[in-house]
């Protein structure tokens, strides 16, 4: 069984062309399959158009969402829904294709547990282009998994990858490298991509600046979530050794000689850095204290391959 989970957002043109190509290639591929469509709030005739698609396939499936809380919300509601052992995603705009599916099926076949589109061609204009490809160089250098599109929809899973990322806020971008952080293979493919037919792009330059708190959010939780302490010290004796320095200074290379230093806005500095310092050391052992604490609830920030008896 595969299943296909596609967000919905105001994209009534495209719904019924892209259930009816997905269903032409599955046919080909000679798999069993369901299309799980996530209703993220739609405001246009979506809701309408799916329940046409339901009444005429009992392989397609909606949730209705109340309002529209954003793609990581919906695919985290297809991946509990899934029934397939293999799970993709696409965007519901048509720009992904699905002649690429057996490509994807065939790179998991290889051995791969989760599969990311690549957007060779891109057919979206400059200025979404452009700023896209800082961003996938920025992601790649600070997170230490070189891809060349993370911000690619059209990706395969294995359900066991579904199962274990947990997304929330805007983090759906960032399941290659959640998914790289617990010990599962990725692989990236180049993929078709096709100029929008219907509708306009919900997705506006904001979506950058917002990823880049993401990425520092999805690093700080991959590795220091179980251990702070990491972080805040690297922080903490950064400022308090470069007070301690400027102090030092201030004390023998000029006080000891007579000269005052009380007005100095040398001295005032490194009072400060000292005093951040430790500060965000405090904060640090606050920190670990908490991780201690909730230890016992498992977090479960690693990943089992195998459990023999």
């Known amino acids: 069984m595969i ?20 269903f032409k290639v599955m046919k080909e591929v000679g798999k069993p399959c369901e299309i799980l469509f996530i209703n993220d709030g739609s405001t246009d005739q979506s809701p309408e158009v799916i329940r046409e698609i339901i009444a005429t396939d009992d392989r397609v ?18 991946f509990k829904r899934a029934n397939g052992d293999l799970i993709f995603t696409m965007d519901s705009d048509l720009q992904d294709d699905p002649i690429e599916i057996p490509n994807f099926l065939k790179a998991i076949e290889e051995g791969a547990d989760l599969v990311t589109g690549w957007k060779v061609n891109r ?31 059209f990706k395969c ?49 904001e979506r950058y600046a917002r ?18 302490m990491h972080l805040f010290g690297w922080v903490g004796s950064f400022f308090f050794f470069t007070g301690l320095l400027i102090f030092s200074y201030l004390f023998f290379g000029r006080w000891i000689f007579g000269e005052s230093v009380g007005t100095s806005p040398l001295f005032s500095i490194s009072i400060l850095m000292l005093g951040n310092g430790i500060q965000i050391f405090i904060i640090g052992l606050v920190a670990e204290l908490i ?13 089992v391959l195998d459990d023999l008896e």
């Open 3 to 22: 299943s296909f989970i596609i967000p919905v957002y105001n994209e009534e043109g495209s719904l019924k062309e892209l259930h009816d190509n997905i």
């Open 61 to 78: 499936k909606t949730v209705n969402l109340r309002k529209n809380f954003g793609k990581s919300v919906a695919l985290n509601i297809g």
């Open 123 to 153: 057919q979206d204009p400059k200025e979404k282009t452009i700023p896209s490809k800082v961003f996938n160089t920025i992601v790649s250098i600070m997170s230490g998994l070189k891809l060349k599109d993370y911000n690619c929809g």
């Open 157 to 205: 899973y294995k359900k066991r990858v579904t199962q274990e990322v947990r997304l929330y806020g805007e983090l759906h971008r960032f399941v290659p490298f959640l998914a790289h952080k617990k010990g599962f293979k990725i692989k990236e493919i180049p993929v078709k991509h096709r100029e929008r037919k219907f509708g306009v792009s919900k997705f506006g330059p």
């Open 211 to 228: 990823g880049f708190f993401d990425l520092l959010t999805v690093i700080f939780i991959t590795n220091y979530l179980k251990r702070p």
């Open 291 to 303: 991780v201690h604490n909730k230890e016992r609830e498992d977090l479960d920030s690693y990943s």
